[in-house]
């Protein structure tokens, strides 16, 4: 079992930036592409970023592609989603997820994940 940690979220101001974590502990493979979602009140979860095991590759979503930018650092099994210039239709529940697979795969769907953490809320207020 993979267990997925969130953290780093928080009320910032519209323009602000802040920067997510997420954790990786227990029986974590070698090459799991990380990923991002949200999830707004009322509204279904949302792909925002991902990144392969080998950093090598990464994807965003086109409403937050430029403004956000995802990372990891294997060696502390920790990705991060750095959020510049939020807005606030940025404000949902962030969630992290992992799934095993080889070294430069990503994955946007979010069936494709098999590990889930349990979100960390942004709120961006106007």
């Known amino acids: 079992q993979v267990q997925l940690e969130e953290s780093g979220g928080g009320v910032v101001q519209a323009g602000d930036s802040l920067r997510l974590s997420c954790a990786a502990s227990?029986?974590?493979?070698?090459?799991?592409?990380m990923g991002w979602f949200r999830q707004a009140p009322g509204k279904e979860r949302e792909f925002v970023a991902t990144?392969?095991?080998?950093?090598?590759?990464?994807y965003y979503a086109d409403t937050v592609k430029g403004r956000f930018t995802i990372t990891r650092d294997n060696a502390k099994n920790t990705v991060y989603l750095q959020m510049d210039s939020l807005k606030p239709e940025d404000t949902a529940v962030y969630y992290c997820?992992?799934?095993?697979?080889?070294?430069?795969?990503?994955?946007?769907?979010?069936?494709?994940?098999?590990?889930w953490g349990q979100g960390t809320q942004v709120t961006v207020s106007s």
């Open positions: 227990g029986r974590t493979a070698r090459f799991d592409a």
């Open positions: 990144i392969s095991w080998s950093g090598g590759s990464t």
């Open positions: 997820a992992a799934q095993t697979s080889t070294r430069n795969a990503i994955f946007i769907r979010g069936y494709e994940y098999r590990y």
